[in-house]
Each structure stands twice: as structure tokens, then as C-alpha cells.
């Protein structure tokens, strides 16, 4: 642990081995000091945030993923499927409002076409066309080059021209093919996973990335899949951020699994901001783990904490976190970064400052 520590403070990257170890037999004091360290180099005691909304439009899919809350399938209560007249009505809700940022992710459609999303991207951005549009996962975006008999790079590319910009960090789960046949087999591989971000880098679209844990995977897994993060950002330099999920055991297949401890939570995210020294930025999703874990989690090397949402996400209420219509104002926002002793900036997608309050 000490030729650890000393590698972290001097910021000297660690080994896949040394992140193993940490997660195995760190205590959390020495995790907050050597994340806190990484923290502090990257980004100083600044505390990020948007004004962002979702757009979810179906929940109903072709996947049938175990973990998963929000699936549904077509005309099974409680699914949905929005026009894209109802898209572009949420959209035009928005105008003016102050938004910088509109998120687009939602099932895998099995029955949507390459052009209904090229019309869904060109319409929103007709309607917010200054607010920077960051839509849909790997695997979405996977399942419309195989529909449309196109690659991933030209799939891509013909979004981009809609109006895409960057996208979103979903579908990793964890990057193990063979977890990943077992929670979510119908799901693109890892390799898939990783080529699909690697075009968005080569194209100048920058995205996110995440791992969902905390339910069957080992402590070996997370490691496997915090390095493959960390050699594709070596390769392109194009993820603007990680977001590290905590799975949430209601309304899914894998319920038995449980759910971690909110010191589990801290320590992930702190062994993640140690691990990838190589992406700026690590969101605490308040919407996923709530707002007083986000606020605690700025001390474990969290540096950002998404956006106001303004109740426009399903995804992890349907799947028992505890904001049922996920909120909150810019003032909340500021107030929580320095009640924490940091300083709060309004950023925009692509983290250049808004304001700094």
C-alpha cells in the first residue's frame, strides 16, 4: 500500500495489479487521500454541473437485459413509445428555459429505423439549436448500423450531420464478455462496445463512458473493465468524463444480488478516480446514488455532479433510487459544492465554463 500511495501522490499511474490490491484492502481514509490527490490535480476544488434535461423516447427494447427495470415490451403496461411530434413538443417545452445540454437514450426499438433517428436528432435541433444534443448509447447506436446494413461509422456519421454531438456512456455495464453473456446476453461485446466509441472519437464525437457494478461481477472484473476505459482513452483522448453506476436491486431479474453499501459506493468511485488518471472528469449521478452520497462522494475524487434534470429521467426510479421526479435547481447545486468546501461551475457539454459562481 505505501509503494502505492507514493505512486498515486507522485502521479505515477498504477498497474491493474495495485488497483486490485486497493480494492481488496484500502480502508476509505487512505482511498479519500490518494483520490482527493488525483482530484485536486485534474481539476482543483472546482465542482461541475449543467442545465440539462433528458428525452427518454421507449422504454420498450429487444434486449432483455437482467439488471434491467425499465424495459418493457410493445403494449405491455406501463411501456411507451414517443412520436416524434411528442419528441419534438418535449423539446420545444425546453426553448429558452436556459438548457445547454439534452440527453437522448432510451430502449433498443426493435422495430425503429436508422431514419427515424436521423428525423429525431434533425427536429430537436431544429428546436434547441443551440443546446448541445448527446444521444444514444453504443448499443443503440450498434443496433442501428445492423438494421440499416451500415457500419458504425457511417451510421455515426450521418447522425453527426443531424446534429449529434456527443454521446452518452450506456451499455458498458462491465466489460467482460463473459458477464456480459451472463446479465446482458443479447447486449453488443466488449469489443463492439469499444469500436463503436472509438469511431465517435475518430469523428470528433466525444462521449462518456460507465460501469454498472455492484451485483454479480468481482472485484477482478472492474479492473478488467477500468482498463479497457483507460487504453481507449490512451488511443483517442475522447471520453469527456466516467460515471460509475451502483445497480439498483428493484423491479429486475437480478434482485438477489442486493445492493453495495454506500461505503462500497464511496470506495469505488475513489479507486475509479485513482485508476483513470487519463479522463478529466468523474460524475457522481445524483440521480442513481442521491444527492447526499453525490455531496459526500465530491470528497472521494467526484469532481462532477451532472445537471438539473428537471424530472425528465425513468431509468433509475423505476429501478428504486430514491428521487421518484429526479430535480434540482442551480441553486441547490451551488449550495451543495460549497457546503462541501468546493467551488461550484456551470459547464457545458463539453466541460468549457458557463459561470463560475
Not at 60 to 82: T, V
Not at 281 to 295: D, E, N, T
Amino acid at each position: 500500500m505505501n509503494t502505492t500511495y507514493k505512486k498515486v501522490i507522485n502521479s505515477e499511474r498504477i498497474t491493474p495489479d495495485e488497483c486490485l490490491a486497493l480494492y481488496r484492502s484500502a480502508t476509505l481514509p487512505e482511498l479519500g487521500v490518494m483520490a482527493n490527490a488525483v482530484r485536486e490535480r485534474l481539476n482543483g476544488r472546482y465542482v461541475y454541473f449543467n442545465r440539462n434535461i433528458h428525452i427518454e423516447p421507449t422504454n420498450i427494447c429487444a434486449n432483455r437485459c437482467l439488471f434491467c427495470a425499465y424495459r418493457r415490451d410493445e403494449n405491455q403496461e406501463g411501456s411507451w413509445d414517443l412520436s416524434l411530434d411528442e419528441i419534438f413538443a418535449i423539446a420545444k417545452q425546453h426553448a429558452g428555459s436556459g438548457i445547454t445540454e439534452v440527453h437522448i437514450v432510451g430502449g433498443v426499438h426493435p422495430r425503429h429505423t436508422l431514419d427515424f433517428y436521423e428525423s429525431m436528432i434533425d427536429g430537436v435541433h431544429r428546436m434547441l439549436p443551440d443546446v448541445h444534443i448527446k444521444a444514444f448509447t453504443a448499443e443503440e447506436l450498434w443496433h442501428m448500423a445492423q438494421q440499416s446494413g451500415l457500419g458504425v461509422g457511417e451510421t455515426l456519421a450521418r447522425l453527426k450531420k443531424c446534429g449529434l454531438q456527443s454521446i452518452p456512456g450506456g451499455g458498458a455495464e462491465i466489460l467482460n464478455d463473459a458477464l456480459r453473456a451472463q446479465i446482458c446476453p443479447d447486449k453488443v461485446g466488449v469489443q463492439g462496445w469499444i469500436d463503436v466509441h472509438r469511431s465517435a472519437h475518430s469523428q470528433g464525437i466525444s462521449s462518456n463512458a460507465t460501469m454498472l457494478y455492484g451485483h454479480v461481477e468481482t472485484y477482478e472484473h472492474r479492473v478488467e473493465h477500468l482498463l479497457h476505459l483507460r487504453n481507449l482513452q490512451d488511443e483517442t483522448g475522447g471520453f469527456n468524463t466516467f460515471i460509475p453506476l451502483k445497480f439498483r436491486r428493484e423491479n429486475n431479474s437480478l434482485s438477489g444480488a442486493g445492493e453495495v453499501s454506500a461505503i462500497e459506493e464511496l470506495r469505488n468511485m475513489a479507486i475509479c478516480r485513482i485508476f483513470l488518471d487519463n479522463i478529466t472528469h468523474i460524475k457522481a449521478y445524483w440521480p442513481m446514488c442521491g444527492k447526499s452520497l453525490a455531496q459526500l462522494a465530491l470528497s472521494f475524487g467526484a469532481d462532477d455532479m451532472d445537471g438539473t434534470i428537471d424530472d425528465s429521467t425513468k431509468i433509475y426510479a423505476m429501478a428504486g433510487a430514491s428521487d421518484k421526479a429526479p430535480r434540482m435547481t442551480v441553486d441547490e447545486l451551488c449550495k451543495m459544492a460549497r457546503q462541501s468546501g468546493f467551488t461550484p461551475v456551470e459547464r457545458d457539454s463539453l466541460y468549457r465554463t458557463v459561470k463560475q459562481y
